[in-house]
């Protein structure tokens, strides 16, 4: 029989996990493939890892992965696509913003459409502060400008993939990961679900505003080197600018003669352009530390546990 398994990246979930478990269980009782799960237990302070191991004692197709650390969602979920072994992968979060009711539909698209993927995203962002959905918003405006992978507004994690498709995004074993730009680089048949979106069930969100406008950044340099060509373009302008400044200012002082004056002008020119190129060359050691990163080669993740 076909297996599929559920990746599940669970930090600081105790009060999440058994209602998770139990709702998907009884949600997926019918489906025609076999359900397995695969806890990946990211450093949880909680007692996360105890309801793991009590869940995995009672039912034998509960796994987990226990890292080391907190590593994050990303490494979260890449470690459990590259420990599953189902013949299909879906990714959940623990809390039950995505709906479990959804994956029989999901396998019926994969296995009747031909679909390799069915995403998820959701069409409202109900209960989220509205200036946070404004950045969300803008984000994904800026990343369709300028990078090459599509990104759905408002896409989630939760998907159900097949197993060439994940074997595939395992095969891509960058340290500094961007999973909804990788999904899409990796191409497939993707087929996109709207649903509405959902309160957690318990325990609160572990993403703040900072966290979530550093996670956009990395995206960015993740996904594109835009930014690297806008800072020449830049260059370029201010020189232009300064070479034509610097023609009108000779030929004035020809005609004219040479005044000492207009120094207020000059000193916000000299704090315009050292400003410019500070910010230019942030952009160059932004991209410097990913590479700088990548190239040290460390791992993604590191496990403690697993069963
Ligand atoms: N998560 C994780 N590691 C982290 C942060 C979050 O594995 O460092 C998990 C978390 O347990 C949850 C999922 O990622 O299952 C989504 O997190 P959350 O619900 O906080 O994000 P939101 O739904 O608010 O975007
Ligand atoms: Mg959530």
Same mark, same amino acid.
């Given at each position: 029989?076909?297996?599929?398994?559920?990746?599940?990246?669970?930090?600081?979930?105790?009060?999440?996990?058994?209602?998770?478990?139990? *709702?998907?269980?009884?949600?997926?009782?019918?489906?025609?493939?076999?359900?397995?799960?695969?806890?990946?237990?990211? /450093?949880?302070?909680?007692?996360?890892?105890?309801?793991? #191991?009590?869940?995995?004692?009672?039912?034998?197709?509960?796994?987990?992965?226990?890292? @080391? #650390?907190?590593? !994050?969602?990303?490494?979260?979920?890449?470690?459990?696509?590259?420990?599953? &072994?189902?013949?299909?992968?879906?990714?959940?979060?623990?809390?039950?913003?995505?709906?479990?009711?959804?994956?029989?539909?999901?396998?019926? @698209?994969?296995?009747?459409?031909?679909?390799?993927?069915?995403?998820?995203?959701?069409?409202? #962002?109900? /209960?989220?502060?509205?200036?946070?959905? *404004?950045?969300?918003?803008?984000?994904?405006?800026?990343?369709?400008?300028?990078?090459?992978? &599509?990104?759905?507004?408002?896409?989630?994690?939760?998907?159900?993939?097949?197993?060439?498709?994940? &074997? *595939?995004?395992?095969?891509?074993?960058?340290?500094?990961?961007?999973?909804? /730009?990788?999904?899409?680089?990796?191409?497939?048949?993707? $087929?996109?679900?709207?649903?509405?979106?959902? $309160?957690?069930?318990?325990?609160?969100?572990?993403? @703040?505003?900072?966290?979530?406008?550093?996670?956009?950044?990395?995206?960015?340099? *993740?996904?594109?080197?835009?930014?690297?060509?806008? @800072?020449?373009?830049? !260059?370029?302008?201010?020189?232009?600018?300064?070479?034509?400044?610097?023609?009108?200012?000779?030929?004035?002082?020809?005609?004219?003669?040479? #005044?000492?004056? !207009?120094?207020?002008?000059?000193?916000?020119?000299?704090?315009?352009?050292?400003?410019?190129?500070?910010?230019?060359? /942030?952009?160059?050691?932004?991209?410097?530390?990913?590479?700088?990163?990548?190239?040290?080669?460390?791992?993604?993740?590191?496990?403690?546990?697993?069963?």
């Amino acid at each position: 029989m076909e297996k599929c398994t559920i990746v599940v990246p669970c930090y600081n979930e105790e009060e999440a996990v058994p209602l998770f478990y139990e *709702a998907v269980e009884e949600t997926l009782k019918d489906m025609p493939i076999k359900i397995e799960y695969l806890f990946v237990n990211d /450093g949880s302070k909680d007692g996360t890892l105890n309801i793991l #191991r009590e869940l995995s004692e009672k039912d034998p197709d509960v796994h987990y992965i226990s890292f @080391s #650390r907190n590593f !994050g969602k990303e490494a979260a979920m890449y470690a459990g696509l590259k420990e599953s &072994d189902g013949d299909y992968v879906v990714i959940m979060d623990a809390d039950l913003q995505d709906p479990p009711d959804l994956i029989p539909s999901m396998y019926e @698209s994969v296995i009747n459409e031909g679909y390799d993927c069915v995403a998820t995203r959701r069409v409202d #962002r109900k /209960g989220e502060p509205p200036i946070r959905s *404004a950045f969300a918003n803008l984000f994904y405006l800026i990343m369709h400008i300028i990078a090459k992978v &599509d990104m759905v507004p408002g896409a989630r994690d939760f998907r159900f993939m097949k197993r060439t498709m994940v &074997d *595939a995004i395992v095969d891509m074993g960058e340290y500094n990961r961007f999973s909804k /730009g990788i999904f899409g680089w990796v191409g497939f048949e993707t $087929k996109w679900v709207p649903f509405e979106n959902r $309160k957690r069930v318990a325990g609160k969100t572990k993403w @703040s505003f900072f966290k979530l406008f550093q996670y956009s950044i990395e995206g960015i340099v *993740a996904f594109s080197t835009a930014p690297l060509v806008w @800072s020449s373009i830049l !260059g370029i302008i201010f020189c232009a600018i300064a070479f034509a400044a610097l023609i009108f200012l000779f030929v004035r002082a020809l005609i004219f003669g040479d #005044r000492v004056d !207009g120094w207020p002008s000059l000193a916000c020119m000299i704090t315009l352009s050292a400003g410019i190129q500070l910010f230019c060359s /942030g952009i160059v050691g932004m991209y410097l530390s990913k590479t700088y990163l990548e190239v040290k080669g460390r791992p993604i993740y590191i496990v403690k546990e697993k069963k």
